[in-house]
């Protein structure tokens, strides 16, 4: 499985289990900067995921590829969880 794949099936998994995260966003295009927010997983597709935040005191959907998570330009804390759980149940 690529990288890609697994960030998906880990995005996948917390949107199904708890969508709850703390995200940061880096983005040049539009110039979008979140620094460790709170935000709520709201959909996962096959090329994109969703996400809305809530710190400006209004709710902002925020369309993000799974290729931003890897190059880091995305950061979901609770996806490290995921994968340290799913490598656990391999061995």
Do not use: W
Not at 8 to 27: A, F, M
Not at 39 to 63: C, K, L, M, W
Not at 82 to 91: L, M
Request: charged share 30%.
């Amino acid at each position: 499985m690529d990288n890609l794949e697994r960030i998906r099936r880990g995005i996948e998994k917390l949107y199904k289990t708890n969508p709850n995260v703390h995200v940061s966003v880096r983005s040049t295009r539009p110039r979008v900067v979140v620094e460790e927010t709170s935000a709520v997983i709201t959909g996962v597709y096959r090329n994109i995921f969703q996400i809305e935040e809530n710190d400006s005191g209004r709710p902002v959907r925020h369309t993000v590829q799974y290729g931003e998570v890897l190059t880091g330009r995305v950061t979901i804390a609770e996806l490290d969880c995921v994968f340290t759980d799913s490598n656990s149940d391999n061995k």
